[in-house]
T-cell receptor, first 112, second 116 residues
Framework: KAGVTQTPRYLIKTRGQQVTLSCSPISGHRSVSWYQQTPGQGLQFLFEYFSETQRNKGNFPGRFSGRQFSNSRSEMNVSTLELGDSALYLC???????????FGPGTRLTVT | GENVEQHPSTLSVQEGDSAVIKCTYSDSASNYFPWYKQELGKGPQLIIDIRSNVGEKKDQRIAVTLNKTAKHFSLHITETQPEDSAVYFCAATPGNYGGSQGNLIFGKGTKLSVKP
């Protein structure tokens, strides 16, 4: 079974721009969560989606948003990029809300 | 909210020795505690997890113990091998999210180096 896939793997953007990252969960998984990983703050929860509905949200500004489609694929969007948004953005999927999470390889975002 | 502390931040062992990583959590309602291994350039890989109704779980060379009273849990790796070298993260799920496990709170990580 294929794992979680994330596209693109690397991205360079300029401050003020917006970016959209994509995540395809493991086949059959219905829940997708997003995390931001930085050297200073570590792994931080962004949001969780299940059946196209946002179930939980972490402590991030409104510039960070996401959505989930009917096929469970998910996207996250960051508007008005800031230098501090440079990070590895990780997507994780699980079969259901109470099951184990499996992570993708991440998208490395660099904001210049 | 939930806070997870992890120690040590770095750990160096000789091949064949055991390694122990410890984590404490603050939310007594937390009920799910996974451990992840992250190698360079890769996403975290789930290696073992434990739920609050279990005190210990083993999977070959890896074991996790949970002490709910003290609010701490530990990862034990026996007979370490060079390929065990990676960054290990503990995590906990806060108890106020209606059973959802999608909002993991992570420790800061432990860089484990296994010397041949």
């Amino acid at each position: 079974k294929a794992g979680v896939t994330q596209t693109p793997r690397y991205l360079i953007k300029t401050r003020g721009q917006q970016v959209t990252l994509s995540c395809s969960p493991i086949s059959g998984h219905r829940s997708v969560s997003w995390y931001q990983q930085t050297p200073g703050q570590g792994l931080q929860f962004l949001f969780e989606y299940f059946s196209e509905t946002q179930r939980n949200k972490g402590n991030f500004p409104g510039r960070f948003s996401g959505r989930q489609f009917s096929n469970s694929r998910s996207e996250m969007n960051v508007s008005t990029l800031e230098l501090g948004d440079s990070a590895l953005y990780l997507c994780a999927s699980s079969f259901d809300l109470s099951y184990e999470q499996y992570f993708g390889p991440g998208t490395r975002l660099t904001v210049t | 909210g939930e806070n997870v502390e992890q120690h040590p931040s770095t750990l160096s062992v000789q091949e064949g020795d055991s390694a122990v990583i410890k984590c404490t959590y603050s939310d007594s309602a937390s009920n799910y505690f996974p451990w992840y291994k992250q190698e360079l350039g890769k996403g975290p890989q789930l290696i073992i997890d434990i739920r609050s109704n279990v005190g210990e779980k083993k999977d070959q060379r890896i074991a996790v113990t949970l002490n709910k009273t003290a609010k701490h849990f530990s990862l034990h790796i026996t007979e370490t091998q060079p390929e065990d070298s990676a960054v290990y993260f503990c995590a906990a799920t806060p108890g106020n999210y209606g059973g959802s496990q999608g909002n993991l709170i992570f420790g800061k990580g432990t860089k484990l180096s296994v010397k041949p």
